[in-house]
């Protein structure tokens, strides 16, 4: 990707490129970490602490414009900035750097002049890197408040940056906890997002085979019956961790619980690997014993991996493919 992106700070490039580019980076984040075409890209990047591509030219560009502006005239870089750029008339082809680099200023509502003034290159590049990460925080924020499906997500707030759970080689108990997370699992608060709501209502999925309520991440997690013997393990290693405090977990609501089991806020900071490891066994055991139990009604809804298919379902004769920004 590096060589891709070479010369970014001053050449924006095809759009319909770019983009691609961007698509090609997400896809292969998704197959590494075995989670869905549909996953999120603006989710999944707050889970890996990575910034769009876009995020890294926008840096890039604002840092070479403060190294042109203040590098000698005689400066190659510097006599091409005065002559050429301020030569290009209107309706030429090509687009003027500099206006390039006021859309970058306006997208991040940062303060050009104050931040220019900043002094020091390395206190500059600070202030610019700070601009920018607010507004990926507030991408992530406006998306996870915009679908209903992200609420568990939400609940979590713990931002963006690479989660401590992902650390080390890649298996199934962290792909496990990160679709857990960010709700990618074939349950009907995700189906939902695919399937018209007449053809849920026909197969009769939604409600938990316990019949007592839809099924959910909380539901399953925090409340079902049927998966009682697993939460019963999950308490006791709770209680054999010495920091934790059982009496504050039990007068959680389930979807308080959900969030501290699947996020990292609740363990205290002595206790937080060992949290981990509880998290993804009671996740591992309830999927495996929800994906072992027989069909009721003899109609599965489950496709091969408990996952719909990657190229999304037919409703209604139209494809129906979640957005994944
Ligand atoms: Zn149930």
């Known amino acids: 990707m590096p060589k891709l992106e070479y010369a970014g700070e001053v050449c924006e490039g095809n759009a319909k490129l770019v983009k691609q580019l961007e698509t090609v980076q997400m896809t292969a984040a998704k197959k590494i970490l075995r989670c869905l075409s549909t996953t999120s890209n603006t989710v999944l990047r707050a889970e890996l602490g990575m910034h769009p591509l876009k995020t890294n030219r926008d840096m890039r560009k604002l840092n070479w414009q403060y190294k042109v502006k203040s590098m000698p005239k005689q400066r190659l870089p510097a006599i091409v900035d005065r002559a050429v750029w301020e030569k290009v008339t209107k309706g030429r082809a090509g687009i003027r750097w500099d206006g390039v680099v006021e859309k970058v200023w306006k997208d991040i509502r940062g303060n050009q002049g104050e931040i220019m003034s900043a002094g020091k290159f390395g206190r500059y590049k600070a202030k610019v890197e700070e601009s920018i990460e607010r507004r990926e925080r507030l991408a992530l924020r406006n998306k996870v408040e915009s679908e209903k499906h992200f609420e568990i997500y939400g609940g979590l707030r ?78 006791e290693e709770m209680r054999e961790t010495d920091e934790c405090e059982m009496e504050e977990f039990n007068t959680m609501n389930s979807s308080e619980k959900t969030i501290a089991i699947l996020g990292d806020r609740w363990w205290p900071q002595e206790a937080k690997q060992e949290g981990d490891k509880i998290s993804k066994k009671i996740i591992y055991n309830v999927w495996k014993q929800r994906n072992e139990r027989p069909i009721v009604g003899g109609v599965s809804i489950r496709s091969r991996n408990g996952v719909p298919s990657r190229n999304g379902r037919v409703v209604n004769g139209q494809m129906t493919k979640a957005s994944n920004n």
């Open 158 to 235: 713990e931002g963006l940056g690479m989660k401590t759970y992902l650390h080390g080689p890649m298996d199934f108990a962290k792909t496990l906890k990160l679709r857990f997370r960010v709700g990618d699992l074939d349950m009907p608060e995700r189906r939902k997002r695919y399937t018209s709501s007449r053809e849920e209502g026909e197969v009769g999925a939604q409600v938990c085979p316990c019949g007592k309520a839809i099924e959910s991440r909380t539901h399953i997690v925090s409340e079902c019956e049927i998966y009682k013997t697993e939460r019963d393990v999950l308490e």
